[in-house]
């Protein structure tokens, strides 16, 4: 860890919150506002990526040679808070978390230079083919083919949970290359276009009436063998390797401690004419700092944990450590918000939710987004290894047991 | 001290539940909620049919006298079902409080109607800034000697889109909370619907300048007392969601497999559907502890003791059941997510466990 400075790194937040307070445009505000789940609003989310990734600041996690930024973890978690202070929307992982790390470690020079400006750029967006009906926490059960024929492999077989596969024009996909010994064995890496013939995708509505996962079928579908990343039958070692990276990147407390701010201003606010403020009502106030605790807990956990790593080095099992205890407390906030919106929040806004509509005005726009994210956030405890999976793995990996 | 349904009620417990198989697959039921009128008349007349409509009046009014249990039993395979029809805004809430407060001129000329299924009302008491209490109005009603007027907004009235007529609560000059009766069509009140969150229907109220028969001048008791039986029926509807997300959970975790095994096979799920269950059951004893109290005469302590309950309880069994179906437990394909958003939506409605919890320790009494 290299060893900036106090003033080093306040010099560094100065020069950060100046730039992200005046890059994004409006509707960019707006999509930060308007995100009830970890999955912003696409359009003006890929836009302010293009932003981001003109200045340089696209990808603090990659590697420098790679268009990466060089920060510290210091300087990473200083550009989260200021990044989350000003609500903005959190970029796509797809890209920048997952295909990329991918690529960068087990991609050949060709993919590296062809694909990854156009990861960073947002030019290309890629969906995550792993999960399948019946392979979910037992990812190593999937079953989707892959053939070879000729020069190509040929893909038959289904996806599904795939975040945005509705917007992406790429896909990096784990598809069994073998069925033979055990079944991590027989797993490849691969990289594919959206619009291939035999490839067919369908949206499944989430709980809050809106497309975010999508089905993806195939059938007879035709990929170039030289899109494989990595070597054949040894894709596993690809995804273990990003599922690492996706967990021990993400950090929970820079978006929760503004998130509370937020609250707790809100709170302030009279709720009628009378004037009264559920800020006033000390049942509200506990529950609001007992949220400040389980927040330091996190925020305290992630700056202990990133402090014992060296340059480049992943958290390995603590990073379930920090999943769990992150996931859980959005989990907590979600519930809190949606107590504080109250009656606010029954109603069905989705337009309300849309970029750029018109304010509904029905309920203020705060509580409208309260039960789309508690419904949303549900997701939290299920998604990138689910929180009992974590568990499991803590008590393994961990606690040696 | 009763326990569980009598005969009588059990047999009708039965009649809703074949209303329920019979009309209310998932699939059906998914496009009713999508519909423009978010209900079936069908399925009202059907109800009307089966006694469900006039079920709490007095048979003079075309009802059938039918004590809390019918009520709760009805609720019960509702909270199962999904059903989204106004049963909840018309019969017990603003139906059961007319028949306490109404004259019995307006009785005679309306309950029946009710009962026949020809009419529908609505209860609008809740607002932003009521969180729960009742007595805590922004509307007010003027007396203009022939006539009051009103003004205010009430927000999330259930069923508020559909009634053709509606109870009104509002603070009079005096300080005190008056009971009012507004027809649909008046001038001044204008109704926004949508849809919230489980599905049915709501609406929000503004009253500017609306002409409203008084049905009383001080009707807080009165209200409370029926908004605290109402409390019993929402808390059945949640328990007949607790109690199917319980045996879809239940059944899935043995069919759903993972690593080779069913996921039912892992001890961390048994314990978890162990304490899902555990929840139910808390509830089921509440529920009949509130009936005996009512039976008793005073079911304040334990209404809100129930409500709280739920709050917790339902909102346990909702999520867990979303967390073990997985990926698809975040979907509108099972009927999971459904079941999660209405006991979401009663933890809301007429106070959530904070509110009851402060409500029970203001009817503490320490010595
Ligand atoms: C919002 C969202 C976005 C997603 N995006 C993507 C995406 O872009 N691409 C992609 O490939 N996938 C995606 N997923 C899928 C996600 O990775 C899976 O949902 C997850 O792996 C769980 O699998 P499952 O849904 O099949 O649940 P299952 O594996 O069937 O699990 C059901 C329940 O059983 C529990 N369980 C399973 N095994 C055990 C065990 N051994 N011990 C104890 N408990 C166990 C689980 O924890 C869970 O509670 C997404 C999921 C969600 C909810």
Avoid at chain 1, 116 to 122: I, K
Avoid at chain 1, 140 to 155: I, N
Avoid at chain 2, 310 to 320: A, E
Wanted: charged share 20%; net charge negative; glycine share 8%.
């Amino acid at each position: 860890m290299s060893v900036a400075s106090d003033q080093e790194l306040e010099k560094f937040r100065l020069e950060v919150r100046a730039f992200l307070e005046t890059a994004p445009t409006e509707s960019i505000l707006e999509a930060g506002r308007k995100t009830t789940s970890v999955f912003a609003p696409f359009a003006p989310t890929m836009a302010w990526q293009k932003i981001l990734s003109d200045k340089g600041w696209v990808a603090p996690s990659w590697p420098k040679e790679f268009g990466g930024t060089g920060w510290d973890v210091q300087q990473r978690y200083i550009f989260a808070e200021e990044y989350n202070r000003l609500c903005l929307p959190p970029l796509l992982p797809q890209n920048l978390q997952m295909v990329g790390p991918a690529v960068i470690g087990f991609g050949s020079d060709q993919q590296k230079a062809e694909l990854l400006p156009r990861m960073l750029s947002g030019e290309d967006f890629w969906c995550q083919g792993y999960s399948e009906p019946g392979a979910g926490s037992d990812l190593a059960s999937l079953k989707c083919r892959a053939d070879k024929d000729g020069g190509d492999y040929v893909l038959n077989g289904s996806k599904t949970w795939t975040t945005y596969a509705h917007h992406a024009n790429k896909m990096f996909a784990l598809v069994r290359t073998s069925s033979e010994g055990k079944p991590q064995r027989g797993i490849t890496f691969l990289l594919l276009d959206m619009n291939l013939p035999g490839m067919e995708v369908r949206p499944i509505i989430g709980l809050d009436g809106c497309p975010e996962q999508c089905e993806v079928f195939f059938s007879d579908v035709r990929v170039p063998q030289c899109n494989r990343v990595g070597n054949e039958n040894e894709g596993w070692s690809v995804a273990k390797y990003v599922l690492e990276f996706e967990r021990g990147g993400s950090t929970f407390a820079p978006w929760l401690n503004p998130a509370l701010e937020r609250l707790r201003q809100q709170c302030g606010k009279p709720l009628s004419a009378q004037g009264e403020r559920l800020i006033d009502d000390p049942h509200i106030r506990r529950r609001l700092a007992a949220l400040e605790v389980d927040i330091q807990a996190v925020e305290h956990t992630e700056k202990r944990v990133n402090a014992s790593l060296k340059h480049g080095e992943n958290p390995g099992p603590m990073a379930s450590l920090i999943k769990i205890m992150g996931s859980e407390v959005m989990q907590s906030f979600s519930e809190l918000q949606l107590d504080v919106a109250g009656l606010d929040a029954l109603p069905v806004q989705r337009e309300a939710l849309e970029i750029g509509a018109t304010p509904g005005d029905i309920v203020p726009e705060a509580h409208s987004l309260a039960m789309p994210y508690y419904l949303n956030t549900r997701a939290a405890s299920i998604y990138a290894g689910s929180n009992e999976v974590q568990r499991s793995l803590l008590a393994k990996a961990v606690l040696g047991l | 001290m009763q326990f569980q349904y009598n005969e009588e009620q059990a047999l009708f417990k039965d009649s809703l539940k074949k209303f329920v198989d019979d009309n209310y697959a998932y699939e059906s039921r998914c496009k009713l909620v999508d519909s423009a009128q978010g209900y079936s008349e069908a399925h009202w007349q059907k109800l009307a049919e089966l006694g469900v409509l006039g079920l709490p009046f007095a048979e003079e009014y075309g009802g059938f006298a039918g004590d809390l249990p019918f009520l709760t039993a009805v609720a019960e395979e509702f909270g199962r079902g999904l059903v989204v029809e106004p049963f909840f805004s018309t019969v017990v809430l603003a139906g059961q409080l007319l028949a306490s407060a109404a004259p019995d001129s307006i009785k005679t000329e309306l309950l029946p109607k009710v009962a026949d299924g020809t009419l529908k009302l609505a209860l609008a008491w809740e607002e932003r800034g009521s969180r729960g209490n009742p007595g805590r109005t922004d509307c007010t009603v003027v007396d203009k000697g022939d006539r009051a007027i009103l003004q205010g907004e009430k927000l999330a009235v259930l069923g508020g889109g559909s009634a053709d007529a509606m109870l009104v609560t509002a603070r009079t000059d005096e300080g005190k909370l008056a009971l009012l009766l507004v027809n649909a069509g008046v001038p001044g009140l204008t109704i926004k619907p949508y849809a919230l969150v489980n599905g049915s229907r709501g609406a929000t109220l503004s009253f500017s300048d609306v002409e409203a028969t008084v049905l009383q001048t001080d009707a807080l008791a009165l209200v409370q007392a029926c908004l605290d039986r109402a409390l019993i029926v929402l808390c059945a509807e949640a328990l007949g969601a607790m109690d199917a997300l319980m045996a879809n959970t239940l059944e899935y975790s043995k069919t759903r497999q993972q690593f080779g095994l069913p996921i039912a096979a892992f001890q961390a799920l048994q314990h978890r559907m162990a304490d899902m269950y555990i929840a139910c059951e808390k509830t089921r004893s509440l529920l009949w502890a509130a009936i005996q109290a009512d039976a008793q005469g005073d079911c304040r302590r334990a209404a809100s003791v129930l409500k709280a309950e739920v709050g917790s309880g339902g909102r346990y069994v909702g999520q867990q059941a979303i967390q073990l179906h997985g990926g698809i437990g975040m979907t509108d394909e099972l009927n999971v997510g459904a079941h999660f958003k209405l006991l979401t939506q009663i933890d809301i409605l007429c106070g959530n466990r904070d509110f009851h919890l402060q409500r029970l320790s203001d009817l503490a009494e320490v010595h």
